[in-house]
Structure formats: C-alpha cells, structure tokens
C-alpha cells in the first residue's frame, strides 16, 4: 500500500538517514498501537505531497529496539525529522493526536 | 484498506468521532436509513481501541479486548452502510447554520442537516515540568500501545481511577514491578479491581502522593513525588510512567456554539440537542456524571433517534412546502427542531 514511505531496518539507518543527503521524516511504529495505524494513511498522504523532497521511511520498533534506545525514542508512533546534514531537527512528533497539518508543518520546516 | 477518496457532498447526518457514542449514533441512523458518514481523526474505537480489556460492557461474558470491540463497532455501522472516513482532519467548520459543513484534509467539502458531535476527551496531563520532554520519551498513555517495551521492568502509573488501575493490572504482563501513585488514601475503581490490584505480587500503590517533576538525562530516569500530607518531595527512580488521570472534552468543534460545564463539557437537553438545530453531542464530551462506554452507546443512541426526527421533519417540511397543502391529514407537522 506504501508507494511513498519504505520501511527500513536498523542496518539501513546510517545509510538511509544519516547519509541520505536530503531531509528525512522517519517513523517508528509498533503493532498492536491504534495510534500507529492512525497515523499511517496521514503519513503516506503527506509522504506522497513531498516525494522526491524529503525522504519518509517507516521502522519497526519491537524489531529495532536498540536503535529506538539509542534515540531515546520509548513511545509509538514517534516520528523524528533529520535534515540534509542527517541532523535531528525540529520537535518529534507523538501520540494519538498527530496532525496531517503539523506533519507537513514539520516537514516544511526541514525544507526551509 | 481501500478508501476511495472522493466522498460524496451531501449527508442526512454526519457523526464526528468514531468512538462507541459516535458509532452507536451511526448504526442507529444507517439502520433509520440516514445517509451517514463517520469522521474521526485516527482509526474507530475512541479511548476504547487503547484500552486492553473491557469487562463490564453487557454482551461479553468474558473479557473482551478494547481493539476487538471497536473493530466489531466498526463493522456493524458500516454493514447497514454507513460510511467510516478515518485518519481524518477536519480543516474547517461551520456547524451553526441549518447546512452544517465541515472541510476534510483542506480539500473535500461535505455537508448536512444534522451533525451528531462525538469527539470525546483527551488524556489530561499532568502539567508538571519534564511532562513535555519525555512525553514519547519514557512517559505514555497507551498502555496496549508502549507496555511490551517493559518487560522486566519497574514502572510508574499515576492516577488511581478504573483506567490506572485496569492499565496497571495490564502492565504487570510486562513489567517486574508497577508502582500506583494515587492522590488518596484509597483507589477510585471499581472494587473488583481494586481488590485485585492491591493483592498483587508486583504492584505497590504510593498513597497521597503527586508528582511534580520528572527528570533525566534524554530519556526517563525519575519522578519526583509529593508527599500530600506532608508536603515532602521525593526521588523515584523509574524506567517509565503512564499516565491516566482523567480526561479533558475535546470540545474544538462546538467552542462558542453550544453551553459548557465549568470543565469545559458541553450542556445538551435530555434528547443530546443543543440550542443549535441539527447539532447533538454526545458521548465523553458532554457534561454528566458517569463517562463509560455503555453511557456513550446510550447516548449515541439518543443522539441518532433525535438526529433523525429532526431530519426527517425538515424532509416533511420541504415537500410541504414543494407541493401545495393537500386535504387534511398531516399538513401541520413542523420541522422537528428541539424545543
């Protein structure tokens, strides 16, 4: 159902953030979170808005849990934005409540 | 799942939120053969997706996971055809007219006489420092959606209501030992729980006792307690905190609308109306004593047989007024807006 946002592991990581050389939204999902596939069809709406801009991958955190620890992050969903540099930036974004509008927001910003 | 993307315009009745009050209203009014659309801005179930197990709705002589039940709400609303929209926002609204139109995503457009408002509450927070920072970071309030990252560990729960206490029976799946911090002397659920929660081998309960603070390097590390009665602070370690104390209305929609409670939940009449013709609320948002799902369903219920006097009398109205008075009979009914 993805055509805009891959799903990568933590073995991709550097190569698919860090290095990717364009602004990165990348979500980690869990299963058995209403809140995670809540904010899937938003994420591929907005993934599909700025393809070819920023690069929007998905990871699975039961299956990644080392790297998720490594960036703090400990709830999901939870999406971290990286600029071109491979730089966290902005706020990460939580929670049942994400927003279509504040995703693209953040996005943008990282576009800026 | 498939969703088509165009949506018709027109509707006889809209229901926004998706949780049990909002699905009830869809099933009632499908069945009364409204055109009826669902929104809701994640996927159907309300609070009761993220709630592990429910064990008072009436129908389930054994427990039934959260999930489970809001799927089957789901999939009875749209058996008798009405429309679900998830993963929804709605941009723009005006609810206050006799048309009653909501903008989707920025881009769709659809309207109806009647709008049936279910949008429930959001967990409150706690409003001390570090909330914000490890908020995803360490804190959570979706037990079902965080709890498995636990295993093994020791874990904080604040607030001592039916969610806290169901939650934190629901955690001791996974972690080593849950830790209740309840602001009274005694727990606020039902007794059967609470019974079983102070019985068990992993759960201590911290009495008269509030955080207000939580600390850490990047992730959390810690809470700081209040002693209530004494006033004394102190120092928790803790490898995370879910939060469940209570809930604020998710009132957006009707703000300036419709009359509220000094909380901010929404006064309606008996039959869900608001002085706004077409427009009922029910559900979590509205001000009553008792927030459960077979409150919602029942308001839901209400809202849906209200919504639909009132919709079919705007039809009768309008094809009265479309062709002229025939002999006798039913000519003076009136559109059923609540009195």
Redesign the interface.
């Known amino acids: 159902m993805s055509d805009h946002v891959k799903e990568i592991t933590a073995a991709d990581f550097d190569r698919e953030v860090l290095a990717a050389g364009e602004p990165v939204a990348l979500d980690f999902f ?1 299963t ?11 994420f591929e ?1 907005v993934a599909e808005q700025f393809a070819g801009r920023v690069r929007f991958l998905k990871i699975f ?2 299956g990644n ?1 080392e790297l998720a ?1 490594r960036l ?5 969903p ?1 999406v971290v934005f990286f600029d071109r540099a491979g730089q966290e930036r902005g706020e ?1 974004l ?4 994400i ?3 504040a995703l693209k927001a953040q996005v943008e910003a990282l576009l800026a | 799942m498939p ?1 088509s993307k165009d949506l018709p315009t027109r509707w006889d009745l809209i229901v926004v939120g998706a949780g049990p009050a909002g699905l009830a209203a869809a099933i009632y009014a499908a069945r009364a053969r409204l055109r009826t659309l669902v929104l809701d ?3 159907p ?1 309300g609070q009761v ?2 709630t592990h197990k429910v064990s008072n709705y009436p129908g389930f002589p054994e427990d039934v996971r959260g ?1 489970d039940l ?1 799927a089957a709400f789901a999939l009875q609303a749209e058996r008798f055809g009405a429309t679900i929209r ?2 929804v ?1 709605i ?1 723009e609204h005006d609810l206050a007219g006799p048309v009653k139109r909501l903008v989707l ?2 881009e769709e457009t659809v309207e109806a006489p009647a709008v049936v408002v279910a949008t429930g509450a ?1 967990p409150r927070e706690l409003g001390v420092p570090g909330e914000p920072r490890f ?8 037990a ?3 709890g ?2 636990f295993d093994g560990k020791a874990i904080h729960v604040i607030g001592g209501g039916n969610s806290a206490v169901e939650e934190s029976l629901f955690l001791t799946q996974f972690a080593r030992k849950v830790t209740i911090v309840s602001r009274y002397d005694q727990l606020k659920a039902e007794a059967a729980i609470v019974e079983e929660a102070l019985h068990h081998p992993r759960i201590e309960v911290v009495w008269h006792a509030e955080p207000r603070a939580f600390t850490g390097e ?3 590390q810690g809470v700081r307690l209040e002693d209530l009665r004494t006033g004394a602070l102190s120092e928790h370690p803790t490898d ?1 905190v879910f939060v469940f104390i209570g809930h604020h209305p998710r009132a957006d929609l009707v703000k300036g609308l419709v009359p509220v409670d000094e909380r901010g939940f929404v006064r309606t009449g008996e039959d869900m109306s608001t002085p706004v013709p077409g427009l009922y609320v029910a559900g979590d948002l509205r001000a009553k004593p008792f927030r459960q799902i077979t409150t919602a369903v029942a308001d839901g219920t209400i809202a849906a047989l209200a919504a639909q006097r009132y919709v079919k009398g705007l039809e009768r109205h309008a094809a009265q007024v479309m062709s002229p008075p025939g002999p006798g009979g039913a000519v003076a009914e009136t559109a059923g807006s609540p009195a």
């Open positions: 869990s058995e979170c209403p809140p995670c596939e809540a904010l899937a069809p938003k709406a955190r039961q849990r620890q703090g992050v400990s709830g999901s939870t990460r939580g929670g049942d409540e927003k279509r509008t | 969703e801005e994640s996927v179930g997706k993220t999930k809001a998830r993963a926002e941009t995503d920025e959001r908020k995803g970071r360490g804190i959570s309030t979706c079902t959606c965080d498995a990252y990047g992730t959390l995370g």
